[in-house]
T-cell receptor, first 117, second 116 residues
Framework: GAVVSQHPSWVICKSGTSVKIECRSL??????MFWYRQFPKQSLMLMAT?????????EQGVEKDKFLINHASLTLSTLTVTSAHPEDSSFYIC?????????????FGPGTRLTVL | AQKITQTQPGMFVQEKEAVTLDCTYD???????LFWYKQPSSGEMIFLIY??????QNATEGRYSLNFQKARKSANLVISASQLGDSAMYFC?????????????FGGGTRVLVKP
């Protein structure tokens, strides 16, 4: 199997604070992980591609200084939302790419629901 | 650029009946993959089925089958014998080749509600 965990599953924070979300591949190594954001009743939007040992690649329109990504090991990527504001409230989902599968499948974490007051 | 279109925002289906969810895509890549995911209210993304652009046969996984029409650039999902637990959001997604960084592009989704 291929299991990806996220922590925390939900978080409520005050405006102006920073929040760190962890994404772990539990039973495989992932050189590449992806971070998505999903607003209510909308689709998943890719924020950035996280590569182990190198800088993340951000999608157009995503502020790299606001959404800090660190992929320090082959099983862990972190997303830090800095100086969070209410408009950052969203569902954040990570996925981990498992290489050498037939379809280069991404395995998704359960998501983290962020609410900024 | 890759684009995925799901034209049905929501659908009702009677329990035990089949339902078809539409998905069309646009890409200039020769090699690509098409995925369908189910997202229940809990938010987790559940992989349902995969179709490679070079696969000659339509993919099937249990009650799920993918009607792949390459010339029309469509990849419709068919759920047979619908169950109450099938009520969820369904997303079609496309992955380009390695040059595209294996990124997934998602459609807007279709909400399915199965009626008893």
């Amino acid at each position: 199997g291929a299991v990806v965990s996220q922590h925390p599953s939900w978080v409520i924070c005050k405006s102006g604070t920073s929040v760190k979300i962890e994404c772990r591949s539990l039973d495989f190594q992932a050189t590449t992980m992806f971070w998505y954001r999903q607003f209510p009743k909308q689709s998943l939007m890719l924020m950035a591609t996280s590569n182990e040992g190198s800088k993340a690649t951000y999608e157009q329109g995503v502020e790299k200084d606001k959404f800090l990504i660190n992929h320090a090991s082959l099983t862990l990527s972190t997303l830090t939302v800095t100086s969070a504001h209410p408009e950052d409230s969203s569902f954040y989902i990570c996925s981990a790419l498992k290489s050498l599968t037939r379809n280069n499948e991404q395995f998704f974490g359960p998501g983290t629901r962020l609410t900024v007051l | 650029a890759q684009k995925i279109t799901q034209t049905q925002p929501g659908m009702f289906v009677q329990e035990k009946e089949a339902v078809t969810l539409d998905c069309t895509y646009d890409t200039s890549d020769q090699s690509y993959g098409l995925f369908w995911y189910k997202q229940p209210s809990s938010g987790e993304m559940i992989f349902l089925i995969y179709q490679g652009s070079y696969d000659e046969q339509n993919a099937t996984e249990g009650r799920y089958s993918l009607n792949f029409q390459k010339a029309r650039k469509s990849a419709n999902l068919v759920i047979s014998a619908s169950q109450l637990g099938d009520s969820a959001m369904y997303f079609c997604a496309m992955r380009g080749g390695e040059a595209a960084g294996n990124k997934l592009t998602f459609g807007g989704g279709t909400r399915v509600l199965v009626k008893p």
